[in-house]
């Protein structure tokens, strides 16, 4: 496991998920503050719940098992959550094996349906800078989708 650590988790961007699965990455895992306990002013964490609930959906039609990607939410003080959940995430990417394996696609086709699905993102954004289109919106729809779909609650 690979850790990148960023001042908040509105900075990872929907080219950074979908990057990482290009360069071959079996999984992403993103951790970000509890929703609405933001350290900074800007609530980047539903900016990146919403990043992650679009990368989610641009994978699953393209193949890929959306569950190689997951986001959690969590206080500077739980380090033991962080180690649980990302124990918990690592054992569940080596039983789903190398990023196309359980998918059952070549190397070169995940390669291309991954360039494809990055070639999405400069229209999901608007003005360029990172930041999902209709941000108020789309973001709250996204993320109501996200924290009421099935095994996708809040963590309290």
């Known amino acids: 496991m690979r850790l990148i650590r960023v001042m908040c988790s509105g900075r990872v961007d929907l080219e950074f998920i979908l990057r990482a699965f290009a360069n ?11 929703l609405d306990e ?11 719940l919403a ?8 994978l699953r039609p393209y193949g890929l098992n959306p569950d190689r990607l997951s986001i959690e939410f969590m206080s500077g003080a739980d380090g033991n ?7 918990e995430f690592a054992a569940t990417i080596r039983e789903m094996g ?27 954004t608007a003005g360029g800078k990172g ?5 108020g919106e789309i973001k709250t729809s996204l993320c109501t989708d996200f924290m009421t779909a099935p095994g996708h609650g809040p963590v309290v």
């Open 131 to 135: 930041k999902t289109a209709g941000a």
């Open 38 to 48: 933001c350290n900074y002013v800007t609530h980047g964490n539903y900016d990146a």
């Open 98 to 124: 190398p990023l196309g394996s359980e998918e059952g696609m070549d190397p070169g086709k995940l390669r291309f349906k991954l360039a494809a699905a990055r070639n999405l993102v400069p229209f999901m």
């Open 24 to 34: 071959g990455q079996d999984g992403v895992f993103i951790g970000g503050c509890k």
């Open 51 to 58: 990043n992650t609930y679009m990368a989610k959906r641009i």
């Open 81 to 87: 959550l962080l180690a649980r959940y990302t124990d």
